[in-house]
């Protein structure tokens, strides 16, 4: 489990300081970058999906590949 943490924890880290990250699984690429908006920032998917956080997308992109043991 606390390894688990510790990868998600990086990937939000990557995202906020890079501005996007992106997995791939056996049938899709998934990415999700960061949009600078009038309000802060905000995080987009290659789906479209928006998120307030970049823990929220982190989670929603781990929940899509089935699991941090697929990264």
């Known amino acids: 489990m606390k390894k688990n943490q510790k990868l998600i924890d990086e990937l939000i880290n990557s995202l906020e300081t ?3 990250i992106s997995l791939t699984n056996n049938t899709n ?8 908006d009038k309000e802060g920032y905000s ?4 789906t479209n999906e928006e998120f307030g956080t970049s823990k929220d997308a982190v989670e929603w ?3 899509k590949i089935n699991g941090v043991e697929n990264i």
């Open 61 to 63: 992109l781990v929940k």
């Open 29 to 36: 690429e998934l990415f999700i970058e960061s949009v600078d």
């Open 43 to 46: 995080y987009v998917s290659s």
């Open 18 to 20: 890079k501005g996007e």
